[in-house]
């Protein structure tokens, strides 16, 4: 059971997307859906947010059933509502139309006992971008190789 910390990351989103941005929203939930996360049961691998009418949302997020909630359980992939003032939000739906990026939910965590979801304002990466990406990764690590061999 996690009262402070992460709770889950979308490790997927920093695979795909190059992170621009990030902000921190709250969760509109219901008492079994935060029992839920508590016990780390989320998974925000395929979720993004939207704008709609001044109002931010988040897809594609699950979570799953609190076991003992009985007729209390919500539906695990219904769209849920995200906290943020209304001037950041009109700024990030301002950015996101002309620039042509996208909201992606990044992790969750609590806060003070409050469930929180990091956004972040994302550009995509292309294919070339994840090869260049994976090749500076591998080169770190035969240089670290050769220092802790040097080492010995």
Same mark, same amino acid.
């Given at each position: 059971?996690?009262?402070n910390?992460?709770?889950? $990351? #979308?490790?997927?989103?920093?695979?795909?997307y190059?992170?621009?941005?990030?902000?921190?929203?709250? /969760?509109?939930?219901?008492?079994?859906?935060?029992k839920?996360?508590?016990?780390?049961?989320? %998974?925000?691998?395929?979720?993004?947010?939207?704008?709609?009418? +001044?109002?931010?949302?988040? #897809?594609?997020?699950?979570?799953? *059933?609190?076991?003992? +909630? #009985?007729?209390? %359980? &919500?539906? *695990?992939?219904?769209?849920?509502? =995200? =906290?943020?003032?209304?001037?950041? /939000? #009109?700024? =990030?739906?301002?950015?996101?139309? $002309? $620039? +042509?990026?996208?909201?992606? *939910? =990044?992790?969750?965590?609590?806060?003070?006992?409050?469930?929180?979801?990091?956004?972040?304002?994302?550009?995509?990466?292309?294919?070339?971008?994840?090869?260049?990406?994976?090749?500076?990764?591998?080169?770190?690590?035969? /240089?670290? &190789?050769?220092?802790?061999?040097?080492?010995?």
């Amino acid at each position: 059971m996690i009262t402070n910390g992460t709770v889950a $990351q #979308n490790k997927k989103a920093y695979h795909d997307y190059f992170v621009l941005e990030e902000y921190e929203a709250g /969760i509109e939930l219901f008492g079994t859906e935060v029992k839920s996360i508590r016990e780390g049961r989320v %998974n925000l691998k395929d979720s993004w947010c939207s704008i709609d009418k +001044g109002e931010i949302f988040v #897809n594609g997020m699950h979570i799953s *059933p609190y076991e003992q +909630g #009985n007729i209390f %359980n &919500r539906d *695990p992939m219904r769209v849920k509502r =995200l =906290l943020m003032h209304k001037k950041e /939000i #009109n700024r =990030l739906y301002g950015t996101i139309k $002309q $620039q +042509g990026l996208t909201l992606i *939910p =990044l992790s969750v965590y609590f806060t003070k006992g409050r469930a929180k979801i990091k956004v972040g304002l994302c550009k995509g990466k292309k294919l070339y971008d994840k090869r260049e990406v994976a090749a500076k990764k591998e080169a770190n690590r035969t /240089i670290d &190789r050769a220092i802790k061999e040097k080492m010995k």
